[in-house]
Structure formats: C-alpha cells, structure tokens
C-alpha cells in the first residue's frame, strides 16, 4: 500500500520568502504526482501535474520536482505572498487509477 | 482541464436523514470518485462511480450508507444516508482527465447535528 508523508506538518514565514514543501512516498512505481491547494473548508485545487518520465514541472512561481527512485517531489513557491496560505497536498496516482494523499502542509505568510 | 461543479455547497441536516450531492462535469472525464475528509484529516476515497452500473466501494464503505449513481460520463450523485454527527465532513468529488490528472469539486461542508 503507498505511503505518503509531506513535512513540515506546518510552515510560517513572512512575505517574500521562498517556501519548500516536501512529500515523500514509499512505492516508487507510480504514474504520475499531483499537487493540490486547500484553502479552508473548500475543495483543492490543482497546481502542478508531474508525469512518472519528467522530473519537475514549473507554472508561474510554482516548481515541483520529482525523484521517483528515492520517492521524492518537492513544491518550491517563490516570493511567498500572504494569498499563498493554504493548505498544500501531495497526491500520488499508482498504476491503479486510485490516488494516496499526504496530510497536507499548512502554510502562513505574514504579511 | 474539466471543471467540476459540486452542489450543494454546504447543508446543516437533522440526524437520521439523508443529503444527495450532486457533481456536473463540463466536459469528458474517464473516471469519477468521491471522497470523504473528516475534520483536519486528509482526503479517503470512498468509492468509485461507475458509469451505468454500481459503484465500487473501499474498505469500510456501503452502498446501503453511501449509494452512488452515474448515469452518464458527465454526472454523479452521492448520497449520505440515515445520517449521525460522525458523518460530519466535508465530501469531494473528482474526475480524472485524458492526460490522468485529476480535478476536484468544491466540496460539500456537511454538519450533522
């Protein structure tokens, strides 16, 4: 069964700063990684899609990269701004169609 | 990518009755789920809409609680059903695109009181 673990559990920074998010999973085969953005009682947003054959995606301020042999994908967010807090989700599709979530990294930036 | 409209947005229920949610897709997705995320937990499948027929159900989920339909490649329907406070959550729906990514409903903040 994946295994998906994202640190930190939470992130408070100030504004401007860059934010590096991790995730981590324990079945390297899989078929793609996505990350999402939760705000507050609502549904996710998609940010980055990041097929099994490439190893990072960028769009904007966003960069996921992917290390599938050691199971790894990073999100960098550049220039944090306070419209970045939210709730941020790690989710790997495996060869089935199912989808594993990590527990999310909840971020800050003050203002 | 699809966009995916989920109603109710969010409903306050007796215990003992029951909520159908609905989500329309804008255009064709291969597949569609539903999810559960209890309070400050993660997102756990519940079952996956089949196109036409019964929907398949993960661990620890029943047609009888959760019935499910899918009539076509566009529309789903979940319904929580004989409802209890521990059914409190918020219930997400999602497709998954040509190119395998998945895009999610707004979700439904479901209170049980």
């Known amino acids: 069964k994946q295994e998906v673990t994202q640190i930190p559990a939470a992130l408070s920074v100030p504004e401007g700063e860059n934010l590096v998010l991790n995730c981590s999973f324990t079945?390297?085969?899989?078929?793609?990684l996505q990350w999402f953005r939760q705000d507050p009682g609502k549904g996710l947003t998609s940010l980055l899609l990041?097929?099994?054959?490439?190893r990072e995606q960028t769009s904007g301020r966003l960069n996921a990269s992917l290390d599938k042999s050691s199971g790894r994908s990073t999100l960098y967010i550049a220039a944090s701004q306070p419209g970045d807090s939210a709730t941020y989700l790690c989710?790997?599709?495996?060869?089935?169609?199912?989808?594993?979530f990590g527990a999310g990294t909840t971020v800050t930036v003050r203002a | 990518s699809a966009v995916i409209s989920q109603k109710p947005s969010r409903d306050i229920c007796q215990r003992g009755t029951s909520l159908t949610i609905q989500c329309q897709v804008d255009?064709?997705?291969?597949?569609m789920f539903w999810y559960r995320q209890q309070p400050g937990q993660s997102l756990t499948l519940i079952a996956t809409?089949?196109?036409?027929?019964?929907?398949?159900?993960e661990s620890g989920f029943v047609i009888d609680k959760f019935p499910i339909s899918r009539p076509n490649l566009t529309f789903s329907t979940l319904t929580v059903s004989n409802m209890s406070p521990e059914d409190s959550s918020i219930y997400l729906c999602?497709?998954?695109?040509?190119?395998?990514?998945?895009?999610f409903g707004s979700g439904t903040r479901l209170t049980v009181v």
């Open positions: 989710a790997v599709r495996s060869n089935d169609y199912k989808l594993s």
């Open positions: 079945d390297s085969a899989i078929y793609n």
């Open positions: 990041i097929q099994s054959s490439q």
């Open positions: 255009s064709q997705v291969t597949m």
């Open positions: 809409a089949n196109q036409g027929s019964e929907a398949t159900y």
């Open positions: 999602s497709g998954q695109g040509l190119r395998g990514g998945y895009t």
